[in-house]
């Protein structure tokens, strides 16, 4: 019996992964790159291009993810199966990736953000960032505390350095849009 629920918990998160890669099909996402190719990396040379390859400067904020996830879920939920807290993180992350890609928060990306060229994400860049959250997830569930909170602040003052966003200040000019951090980001 405890097998079975195992196994319906696991399907229920491979159906949630392909849901959501279907839904942002459904809403016109391109499933690649509308520039024709797949490449694993696109650096910030082109913000345009941002989100529609399968890693970009992004990427890690999505391995954050997952560790705050693992973490939050620890302090609120430790007596659940951990299989259920990786069933919650899971459907949190792939809703985030639809809700991300609708009309209204590509506009709000646009206007209170860096990333004022942000067009979306393609499907596959979206399906990686989905897996690099599970990645996150169950290097949190390996990891001592402390090596979680190194990589959290690693890569968040790594991606504030070189591009000088993160997920930080992505979250903060998505919801609180400052006008100092604004002219901070956009000066080179």
């Not at 997920?167 to 000066?187: G, K, R, T, Y």
């Amino acid at each position: 019996m405890q097998d079975s629920r195992r196994e319906i918990v696991y399907l229920l998160c491979v159906a949630m992964f392909f849901a959501s890669s279907i839904a942002l099909w459904a809403m016109g996402r391109n499933l690649i790159c509308p520039c024709g190719y797949v490449a694993l990396w696109h650096g910030p040379n082109d913000p345009g291009m941002s989100s529609q390859h399968l890693m970009d400067w992004y990427t890690p904020s999505h391995l954050l993810h997952g560790i705050l996830f693992f973490g939050a879920l620890w302090l609120v939920a430790r007596r659940l199966p951990m299989r259920w807290r990786f069933a919650i993180a899971l459907a949190v992350e792939c809703t985030w990736e639809v809700v991300e890609n609708t009309p209204w928060v590509i506009e709000r990306y646009r206007t209170t953000t860096i990333s004022d060229q942000y067009n979306g994400d393609s499907v596959i860049n979206s399906a990686v960032d989905v897996l690099v959250m599970i990645a996150g997830f169950w290097l949190a569930r390996r990891l001592p505390v402390w090596a979680s909170v190194a990589i959290v602040l690693g890569f968040e003052v790594l991606t504030t350095w070189l591009i000088r966003d993160g997920l930080a200040l992505n979250i903060l000019m998505l919801l609180w849009p400052m006008e100092a951090v604004s002219d901070w980001q956009s000066a080179v």
